[in-house]
């Protein structure tokens, strides 16, 4: 299994039952890093490296992804957000900044709500809040997000369905999101095709519970005009062209203080631009 290089990987518990495998490196402030999917804590090798020159940079695989531990139940953002408030805890850090990408921006958007006084600065990289993303998958534009559709459904189906060709699942993600196909590796590729192939139950118990638990969270949050209160950066593709919204004024209705970028490249920033992202998150850390 490839690991980022010059950092320490550590097993830290932080729930009842859950550990989460953890690479570690670097001093100074702190800020964990969230991975998407189908990756893991990999997808942040060449930002992590960089940032751990003058950082301490933390970067978990999150709750039933990668080598971490995979409960049946209980994949609510809110949740996870709590597995990282307290992996940085026991690490040492109560306040820290918190990047993340795709399902890894999810939790981390839910942490900066649940935890304002943890959380310094935010980046979110190529999503929308849950609430968002439901409003903006609409008619024929629905498609792009099928697996979100499929994976909503009841416990059985999509577990079944995607156990019959999980390489091919995943692998589908991984091809038709990027635009540099040189950006994942072979053995980056087949590290998170075997991770996602390992941990079918808990991926889709993920994403059902941002069709359920987490839209509900969202929407109590909305309703209480409760935002995000630190500095925030969102680097996202132009998905509003072809789906019609408003991505600035989206995020505009969570934010007080956002820098919002609309990005060139892929999906998988990370791999794709890591000196962008880097530079990205160096200017939100001196704000």
């Known amino acids: 299994m490839p690991t980022i290089t010059g950092f320490d990987y550590h097993r830290i518990p932080v729930a009842e039952g859950v550990s989460l495998n953890v690479a570690v490196a670097g001093t100074g402030t702190p800020i964990v890093l969230l991975h998407g999917f189908p990756q893991t804590h990999l997808m942040w090798r060449h930002v992590a490296a960089d940032l751990a020159s003058d950082h301490t940079v933390i970067c978990p695989d999150l709750r039933g992804y990668g080598d971490s531990d995979k409960p049946a139940d209980d994949y609510s953002k809110r949740t996870m957000a709590a597995d990282i408030v307290a992996l940085a805890g026991a690490l040492g850090h109560d306040r820290f900044a918190l990047a993340g990408h795709d399902r890894g921006a999810l939790v981390a958007f839910r942490a900066g709500l649940d935890h304002p006084d943890t959380i310094t600065h935010l980046a979110c990289l190529d999503i929308l809040p849950t609430l968002d993303m439901w409003d903006a998958m609409h008619g024929v534009t629905a498609a792009?997000?099928?697996?979100?559709?499929?994976?909503?459904?009841?416990p059985g189906l999509p577990e079944e369905m995607i156990a019959g060709a999980p390489d091919a699942f995943f692998g589908h993600f991984l091809d038709l999101w990027g635009s540099d196909p040189t950006a994942i590796p072979a053995d980056i590729r087949t590290a998170y095709l075997d991770a996602g192939r390992n941990a079918i139950p808990?991926?889709?118990?993920?994403?059902?519970?941002?069709?359920?638990?987490?839209?509900?969270?969202?929407?109590?949050?909305?309703?209480?005009?409760?935002?995000?209160r630190m500095p925030v950066a969102v680097l996202q593709q132009d998905w509003g062209a072809a789906l019609g919204y408003d991505a600035v004024a989206l995020w505009r209705a969570w934010v007080a203080d956002l820098d919002h970028t609309t990005v060139p490249y892929g999906h998988f920033m990370a791999e794709e631009a890591p000196a962008e992202v880097t530079k990205a998150l160096r200017t939100l850390l001196t704000r």
Do not use: T
Request: proline letters at 3%.
């Open 144 to 154: 792009v997000g099928f697996h979100l559709l499929l994976m909503a459904q009841p």
């Open 202 to 228: 808990s991926i889709v118990a993920d994403y059902r519970a941002s069709a359920g638990i987490d839209v509900e969270h969202d929407k109590a949050d909305r309703d209480a005009g409760n935002r995000l």
